[in-house]
């Protein structure tokens, strides 16, 4: 039985601990995605956000076009603004991108984004791209023979930056997002190679995530962890949750009435964002992606 307040509650006219009449906004960073920002106001400066998708819901994309999107800033303005349309600000801005990636080459990131994309995406972020390649350490002491993750003889001799770690791929990320977080956009790909990798537990990986999380907020930049819906068990998926400031949710959506599929995403957590974001548009993002715009949001569902 439903229990109603005896009377309606209203909030005070400005926030506990400021003064009346003032307000203490909170540096925002945008995500470039066009519609997202107006709703949501962009991310809170040293935020660490979970891009979590069922394949090819749109979690990838998200992240490549907020990238992108977020380059256009120094590289074309007026294109940045009409992607920004009527998101607020004031904003502040990553310096350039940071892609730390566990079993991909630059060149293969690179090949999928030209192939999905207009000719714009690839060149832009190219430009403005910060890589750092962790395959040796991550296929180090595994079945995958060292030429197919094109180690080379100067990769395997200790020398170099991208020379395999004794200590493992954790510490190798953590040290590469450690160098690279200041002031930038990191990608990390992928909190999905990390959870199935022999010989890492889900309690290290989480240790890992709670140690970011502390350590982005003085870094001045956002970072965007990816991983795929269901790798994990419930249990560690909630952890992981819980182990980051915001989780967006991708995933694919059907009605009753059509036989079509659709993007869908769903802020399942974000506290800055939820307790601003009006009532209406609690429920779920329809999405979709075209290879001129990239990521856009096209309407809301109330679920």
Known sequence: MAVESIRQFSPPPYSIGAKAGTTVPQPRIPTGVPDFDYLTGGFPVGSLVLLIGEAGAGHQEFALTSAV?????????????????????????????????????????????????????PQILERHLEFRDLSPSYFQDSVVPSSWASLGTPLLDGSGANSPRADGPLHAVAEAIDALGPRNLVLVDSLTDLLVRDGIGPGDVLTLLKGLRRRAKAWGGLVYLLLSQGVASPAVEQAVFDSTDGVLQFRWTSSANSSHRQRSLVISKFMPLLAHLPAEYLGRFLIRVHPKSGLVTTQYERV
Do not use: I, T, W
């Open 69 to 121: 999107h977020l380059m256009l800033h120094y590289d074309d303005p007026e294109l940045h603004q009409f992607y920004l349309g009527a998101a607020k600000g004031p904003f502040v801005y990553p310096q350039s991108v940071a892609y730390v990636s566990l079993s991909r080459s630059r060149e293969q990131v690179l090949d999928e984004l030209e192939g999905s994309f207009a000719g714009l995406y």
